[in-house]
């Protein structure tokens, strides 16, 4: 595999990009009063701007537009470098753009939650129309082990996957650094797996998300200076979600089927838990609460810092199980160092305990 120049200078646009753009983002936010006020759910004491998810949306497009304008999206015959999913890359930029305009509109003015339901479900659908779609399923009794799925359980599942994953970067977007890194970490592994799978247009994407993404944590780690707001939160999750598809769920086979899963445990399990706990409790599971995993650390008296690491080498582990399941090579001493990694931070939270 050659190198990969394009998506080097796409991470590190996005990344310069959002560098240079937080500032002066939080600036602006301060001085309009776009900021989040403290409440009983937050943990932040201090009026707190949540527009950052501008600087992350402006460091990828504009990674991408330059990484397009120069050539980077074709192969060395001039044509797209996979025509089959060219028009899925623009399903999921452009869906990627609506889906962040809605989270901004929610963060600028506030809109109620079944309106946003409401859009996301439109714009996923289109996103689906385009090519960004499951199309089969990894199902036991299948003798093949994988099964097509009629169109209409298609849209389904995919409108499932987009706009459940978009949610589930927001809800876990509650304490400084937590959603940026783990979907940092994620974008990383899908960058990586997408080249091993011979995709590189969707390794651009993801490659320019990880670069905003970490970036981001020079000013929202904690103790953070802006909030990456609903825009930047919609926008990360459709956007991994949507890469997924079409980077890792390519080649037909079970474990291509289970990738984007893998990668993406960490929010779907706390989604999963929490929506099962709310219904439990016979409550709407749109209804905010404190059942999320960083608020059951937090809660068990971890520090805040130590709550946020401890997720971030879950998502490593998980990141590193991707890799190996997809075949490549670097994946299993990537297992054997991020299990390492987990074992330590389990053994630190032990200790804590006692």
């Known amino acids: 595999m050659e190198f990969p120049f394009y998506h080097v200078a796409a991470f590190v646009i996005s990344a310069v990009i959002v560098l240079v753009l937080t500032p002066l983002v939080r600036k602006i936010g301060i001085a309009s009063g776009r900021v989040d006020m403290p409440g009983d759910r937050k943990v932040h004491s201090q009026p707190m701007v949540r527009l950052g998810g501008v600087a992350i949306f402006s ?15 074709l192969g060395a015959d001039g044509l797209p470098l996979d025509p089959v999913t060219d028009h899925s890359i623009w399903g999921v930029t452009l869906g990627g753009v609506a889906f962040f305009a809605i989270g901004l509109l929610d963060d600028l003015f506030g809109l109620s939650a079944i309106s946003r339901l409401i859009m996301q479900i439109i714009v996923a659908s289109m996103a689906w129309y385009v090519g960004v779609d499951i199309a089969f399923l990894n199902l036991p009794w299948s003798e093949t082990g994988i099964t097509q799925l009629p169109d209409v359980i298609s849209w389904v599942v995919t409108i499932f996957w987009l706009v459940g994953m978009a949610n589930a970067i927001n809800w876990i977007d509650g304490l400084d650094g937590l ?12 960058t990586v797996v997408a080249l091993y799978m011979q995709q590189p247009a969707a390794a651009l994407v993801a490659a320019a998300l990880a670069g ?8 929202n780690f904690n103790p953070a200076q802006i909030f990456m707001g609903d825009g930047g939160a919609y926008f990360i999750g459709f956007t991994l979600a949507g890469v997924g598809i079409i980077g890792l769920v390519k080649g037909v086979t079970t ?3 289970l990738l984007p899963s893998l990668t993406l445990a960490i929010p779907i ?5 929490v929506i099962v706990l709310r219904l ?3 409550l709407s599971p749109f209804v905010a609460d404190k059942r999320h995993l960083h608020h059951r650390l937090l809660k068990a008296g971890f520090s805040h810092r130590f709550t946020v690491l401890f997720i971030y080498a879950l998502a490593l582990w998980v990141g590193s199980l991707a890799m190996a399941f997809s075949g490549l090579r670097a994946g299993i ?7 390492a990694l987990l074992s330590y931070t389990g053994w630190r939270a032990i200790h804590h305990a006692r």
Do not use: C, E
């Open 255 to 257: 474990v291509a089927v």
């Open 212 to 219: 905003a993404s970490l970036s981001f944590l020079r000013y």
């Open 59 to 73: 460091g990828v497009l504009v990674a991408l537009l330059v990484v397009w304008f120069t050539g980077g999206f």
């Open 280 to 282: 439990r409790k016979g």
């Open 333 to 339: 001493p990537f297992v054997l160092a991020s299990t």
């Open 269 to 273: 399990l706390d989604m999963s838990t």
């Open 179 to 190: 959603a940026a890194g783990v979907s940092g970490i994620a974008a990383v592994v899908m």
